[in-house]
Nanobody, 116 residues
C-alpha cells in the first residue's frame, strides 16, 4: 500500500517563503503526474500545481511566478517552493500523485498559515 508523507508546512509572515515536500513510499505502480492541492476553510479543494514525469508543469493563475513545483523521480518525491506568500495562500496543502494506471493517492495534508 502506498503512503505519501508531507512536510514543510508552518506559520510564515506575508512575503515569506516555505518549501513543502512529499515523499511517496510503498508499492506504487509507475508514478505519473504529481501535484499539490490546497483547501482553505469554507472553500473547495483546488489545484495548485502539477508536474508530469518529464517535468512539464502547470499552475493555477494565482500562484504563477511565486510557486515552483519540482520532482525527484529517483526519490519519488515532489516539492513545492512557495515564495512571496500572501494571506490568501493560507490553507491545508495536500500532495497528490496519479499512477500510469490512474490510481490516485493523497497525502494527509500540511497546514500553511501566512500571517503577521
Amino acid at each position: 500500500q502506498a503512503q505519501l508523507v508531507e512536510s514543510g508546512g508552518g506559520l510564515v509572515q506575508p512575503g515569506g517563503s516555505l518549501r513543502l515536500s512529499c515523499a511517496a513510499s510503498g508499492s506504487i505502480f509507475r508514478i505519473s503526474r504529481m501535484g499539490w492541492y490546497r483547501q482553505a476553510p469554507g472553500n473547495q479543494r483546488e489545484l495548485v500545481a502539477t508536474i508530469s514525469p518529464g517535468g512539464i508543469t502547470n499552475y493555477v493563475d494565482s500562484v504563477k511566478g511565486r510557486f515552483t513545483i519540482s520532482r525527484d523521480n529517483a526519490k519519488n518525491t515532489v516539492y513545492l517552493q512557495m515564495n512571496s506568500l500572501k494571506a490568501e495562500d493560507t490553507a491545508v496543502y495536500y500532495c497528490n500523485l496519479v499512477t500510469a494506471i490512474s490510481t490516485t493517492y493523497w497525502g494527509q495534508g500540511t497546514q500553511v498559515t501566512v500571517s503577521s
